[in-house]
């Protein structure tokens, strides 16, 4: 019998990630399986944004959450009225695009402690706990829901994908069903209080979570400035084809 030490299920992140995943039986080569379908993925990724945040527009509790500010966004006044948040405010496209960075991490990212931190950083920024400084607070009953959604459109997008045998699609389509169990237990050790912890662990904690929090921003905000820089040097890129044969 192989010994889990409690505490370390709470205070560790990686610990804590190593045996969920080995309990699910969440391996390296469903790992390695999730990379290997990014090329199918990723052309799905679009139509998979768009079916979450039609099937979040379905519901006022849920739509709601986006007239309030975001971890990263400032939303307008006006748009503080959830009758003025339509698919087409700001808000609504920032979100997507987190979501498709999220989707296109997975399909792509090394299994290493820096990802794992990402996907635990992913549950984190959803609630107000005292260890975090961002404003955006979803309930457990909404992620559990949008996490189950998300895995039963990428998994029916999967299972309709022609690119592999009949055996390697069901060990793909069974790679992201465990994946999308460990996602969820990195949202619910922010929502479910199984234990208590000491000053001095919350202190550790805490300190590593604003670590981390900071990273993601320093990381969001230079992929926010790359696309800037892309946009610009398109532009005039564009701009000096047209002077050569327009001018």
Request: glycine content about 6%.
């Amino acid at each position: 019998m192989k010994h889990i030490d409690h505490d370390s299920l709470y205070t560790d992140l990686e610990y804590r990630f190593n045996h969920v995943s080995e309990f699910i039986g969440f391996t390296s080569e469903d790992q390695e399986l999730i990379r290997k379908s990014g090329s199918v993925v990723a052309g799905l990724v679009p139509t998979i944004v768009d079916a979450v945040y039609d099937k979040l527009f379905q519901y006022d509790i849920t739509w709601a959450h986006f007239a309030q500010d975001q971890d990263g966004l400032k939303v307008e006044d006006a748009q503080h009225n959830l009758q003025q948040v339509t698919m087409g405010s700001e808000v609504i496209t920032f979100r997507k695009t987190m979501l498709t960075k999220y989707l296109k991490k997975l399909v792509t990212a090394e299994w290493n402690l820096s990802y794992l931190k990402y996907l635990d950083w992913v549950g984190h920024i959803h609630t107000t706990t005292p260890l975090k400084k961002s404003t955006i607070n979803v309930e457990y009953i909404h992620c559990n829901a949008l996490l189950g959604y998300v895995s039963s459109v990428v998994v029916g997008a999967l299972q309709k994908a022609t690119e592999w045998d009949d055996d390697t699609r069901d060990k793909i389509v069974n790679a992201y069903n465990k994946f999308f169990w460990v996602q969820n237990d990195l949202f619910s050790r922010y929502y479910v209080k199984e234990r208590v912890l000491s000053d001095k662990e919350k202190a550790a904690v805490a300190r590593e979570q604003e670590e981390q929090e900071n990273a993601m921003r320093r990381q969001l905000r230079g992929e926010s400035m790359l696309n800037a820089l892309v946009g610009v040097a398109a532009g005039l890129a564009i701009g000096a084809v047209c002077s050569k044969y327009l001018g």
